[in-house]
């Protein structure tokens, strides 16, 4: 979930299988991907993991 500035809740933006993946999200709520924070909680909700976690196979 990417949560935009100002937005009472975060809005789902879809399942990223690649930090590439969550770095989209961000361009596609017109965040730059480049000054964003990936581990920031206040911005992503990251699900089974953070940032650094992804499941064999699905890369970085």
């Not at 990417?2 to 361009?27: H, K, M, N, T, W």
Request: aromatic residues 6%; negative net charge.
């Amino acid at each position: 979930m990417i949560r935009e500035a100002g937005a009472p809740r975060a809005r789902g933006s879809g399942r990223a299988y690649s930090l590439d993946d969550v770095r989209e999200f961000l361009r596609r709520v017109r965040l730059d991907p480049d000054e964003a924070d990936l581990h920031e909680q206040k911005l992503i909700e990251w699900r089974g993991g953070g940032s650094d976690v992804w499941r064999q196979g699905d890369g970085a």
